[in-house]
């Protein structure tokens, strides 16, 4: 099993750029997750989702998006890039609600 | 809310010392909770859980026991190694509705030297 991957590993936006990261899972995992991860900060919740078809905001969703039309995949949305999305990304997954597996990440930079 | 509050690192050892890395929680209900590790470079490992009140998690030589009357699940280690040089995250996970979350506290920074 690959387990969760995440792509692009880096990537630079200007601001007002678009962009989506990717997620995918080979687990079969009901459960999915985005954070994002601030330098000397714990990981923030934006987005999860507890099966296909069906997502719910975190503690900090403003300026994102998903999306859950497959079980494997859950894609998150950046609309319009501002410097206060400058952050390392991950996707988790778990197949109980509590166990989750994490991505290697994406780092972002929003210049 | 839910809160973690970890040591601040960060922490530097030589190869061999013992390690304890505090962590205090604040929940409403009967959470469950975590230790994650991050390498450089790396996302988050799961390194041992403890689910309820004086369960005690362990892997790697690491050991966290659960004490609800103190709120807290410190992470220890009798001996440490260059190779557990990582970032260390305390963390809880209630249900709320049909899924649960994790609250992480903000990580410690473990270097081991020879």
């Known amino acids: 099993n690959a387990g969760v991957t995440q792509t692009p590993k880096f990537r630079i936006l200007k601001i007002g750029q678009s962009m989506t990261l990717q997620c995918t899972q080979d687990?079969?995992?009901?459960?999915m997750y985005w954070y994002r991860q601030d330098p000397g900060m714990g990981l923030k919740l934006i987005y999860y989702?507890?099966?296909?078809?069906?997502?719910d905001k975190g503690e900090v969703p403003n300026g994102y998006n998903v999306s859950r039309s497959t079980t494997e995949d859950f894609p998150l949305r950046l609309e319009l890039a501002a410097p206060s999305q400058t952050s390392v990304y991950f996707c988790?997954?778990?197949?109980?609600?509590?166990?989750?597996?994490f991505g290697p990440g994406t780092r972002l930079t929003v210049t | 809310g839910d809160s973690v509050t970890q040591m601040e690192g960060p922490v530097t050892l030589s190869e061999e010392a013992f390690l304890t890395i505090n962590c205090t929680y604040t929940a409403t209900g009967y959470p469950s909770l975590f230790w994650y590790v991050q390498y450089p470079g790396e996302g988050l490992q799961l390194l041992l859980k403890?689910?309820?009140?004086?369960d005690k998690g362990s892997n790697k030589g690491f050991e966290a026991t659960y004490r609800k009357e103190t709120t807290s699940f410190h992470l220890e280690k009798g001996s440490v190694q260059v190779s557990d040089s990582a970032v260390y995250f305390c963390a809880l996970s209630e249900r709320t509705g049909t899924a649960s979350k994790l609250t992480f506290g903000t990580g410690t920074r473990l270097q081991v030297t020879l």
């Open positions: 988790a997954s778990s197949y109980s609600s509590f166990e989750q597996y």
């Open positions: 989702s507890v099966g296909a078809g069906i997502t």
């Open positions: 403890a689910t309820k009140a004086d």
């Open positions: 687990m079969n995992h009901n459960y």
